[in-house]
């Protein structure tokens, strides 16, 4: 899966290999709570869905992630970019961190941006993401909106109405 030559997902200007690729593949661990959250971004660009659920802080004996919801999200989306807003803490030392960051992104032909703080804990020496706070955000459509009388862009053969309009 690698090609050293590609750019990471994550926005850092680095190339793959030598950034977010080591930490997903387990042969490095993220330093800050920004490297790991950066990781989980190239991540979901990347579809590396069991990276996304391993670090994620367990309650009891597993996450609460859907893995068929967060794979589908994954690879249902074009991905546009990751920017870090603000970090808090986090750092190499700390045990917590936070992160505030948005994720820009499109499905099924809308736009968005994926406002989030999330909140992290290192555990055992690795940096787990733990929970979030999600903004909220304004959906933009890609594409031209579709008139009410028009074949549904589902594919179903009915009017738009009479399907996923109603």
């Known amino acids: 899966m690698s090609n050293s030559k590609t750019t990471c997902p994550c926005g850092s200007g680095k190339d793959y290999s030598a950034c977010c690729e080591p930490i997903i593949n387990g042969t490095s661990l993220a330093a800050t709570a920004e490297e790991l959250m950066r990781a989980r971004y ?6 590396e869905i069991d990276f996304i659920i391993n670090t994620c802080e367990a309650n009891g004996d597993k996450t609460d992630i ?6 589908a999200w994954s690879e249902e989306s074009t991905w546009y970019g990751l920017k870090i807003l603000r970090t808090e803490k986090g750092g190499a030392e ?3 961190g936070v992160v505030e960051f948005q994720a820009t992104y499109s499905r099924k032909g809308l736009k968005d941006v994926h406002h989030e703080t999330g909140y992290f804990k290192k555990i055992e020496g690795k940096w787990m993401y733990s929970t979030g706070s999600l903004k ?3 959906v933009v459509r890609e594409g031209r909106k579709v008139g009410r009388n028009e074949p549904c862009p589902c594919g179903s053969g009915k009017k738009y109405k009479a399907c996923c309009g109603r």
């Open 42 to 47: 190239s991540a979901y660009e990347k579809h």
């Open 66 to 71: 859907d893995r068929n919801a967060t794979k």
């Open 94 to 96: 700390d045990t917590e």
């Open 136 to 138: 909220t955000t304004t």
